[in-house]
């Protein structure tokens, strides 16, 4: 059942928003109310819709019992309140969805790390695989994909590649991409065609604002060195690499991708940022044992959550154990919703189930 009195809240609240917009604030009161309202919207009208299509339900019912000597009327109510029934379920569930705590982090952009784990230069190549099928699965939604760190495998792939994702609701699709990704095929390099079982591991960490994490000069240690090149001419003769050191935490990053050294200090500090955050909401998540109870698999990335079976031509997720049998339209980015989308229900679902205890 829903509380009806957090609905009315809700909608009160609404109004209030639209009554204050409509006074002509100042511009940062305007910025702000706009954001509240544009949040809670889609909410309100559902809850508003729900309220009606409940009316008009009751008002089916009634109909129903006053035209109980009218069999083509009755018969009538009948067929309309059962076509209502199902219009208050889903209403009902929509707005069950709308209520649920919110991760502040969902409408964020996201830093994308992606890593070979065991299994040598298959597991590089099996890493640049799921690089390119987030990169595919980006590109669908229009997001946008930029590298700021990579190191190649020596026959293909990545060793190690990190970049910034950015779009809309970005970290709310991705973030449960988080985990050890294993595959099982029978590598190029396989010259006896036995199958190996290599893994690479994937990091999905919301980018921070300035204003979500404050990084104090003072805290930070930054070398600049020389950065490793392909030889000849690419080799680079500046010490454009940075590395930067947050003394509070111990968390280090590196950038050498440009030649600049000014853009590799940008890029590691937008880097550095999001470790920051990300370390905060895993010690935020850790003092709130529910939170982390709620949480689809436990969020280790050292978890394995997912097989890519070549040879049978599957995939499959072991959090929820969905299997489809999509294995080349998931590695292109066009079904990877449909692994995506499930997990998300079955999150929802479990914090469905917590509110209701």
Known sequence: MLAQGKLDTLLNRFADIEHRLSSNPDAATY???????????????????????????????????????DREMRELAEAERDDLTEKVAALT???RVGLLPKDSADKNDAILEVRAGTGGDE??????DLF??????????????????????????????????????????????????RVQRVPETESGGRIHTSAATVAVLPQAEEVDVEIVEADLRIDTYRASGAGGQHVNTTDSAVRITHMPT?????????????????????????????????????????ARRLQVGSGDRS?????????????????????LYKLEQ?????????????LTVDHQATLMAAEEM
């Open 250 to 290: 111990g968390i280090v990053v590196a950038v050498q991708d440009e030649r600049s050294q000014h853009k590799n200090k940008a890029r590691a500090l937008q880097l550095l940022r999001a470790r920051i955050y990300d370390a905060q909401r895993e010690k935020l998540a850790g003092e709130r044992t529910e």
């Open 330 to 342: 998931i590695l292109s980015g066009e079904a990877l919703d449909e692994i995506i989308e499930p």
């Open 303 to 323: 978890e394995r959550i997912r097989t890519y079976n070549f040879p049978q031509g599957r995939v499959t997720d072991h959090r929820i154990g969905l299997t």
């Open 93 to 95: 569930q929509a707005v």
């Open 31 to 69: 910025v702000r109310l706009s954001r509240e309202y544009a949040e809670i919207e889609p909410l309100v009208r559902a809850v508003q819709a729900l309220r009606k299509a409940e009316e008009e339900l009751a008002g089916a019912e009634a109909m129903i019992v006053e035209a109980s000597s």
């Open 132 to 181: 390119r099928m987030y990169q595919r699965f980006a590109d669908l939604r229009g997001w946008k994909v930029e590298v700021l760190s990579a190191s190649e495998g020596e026959v293909g792939g990545f060793k190690e590649v990190i970049a910034s994702v950015t779009g809309e609701n970005v970290f709310a699709r991705l973030k449960f991409e988080s985990g050890v990704h």
């Open 123 to 128: 597991a590089a190549l099996f890493a640049g």
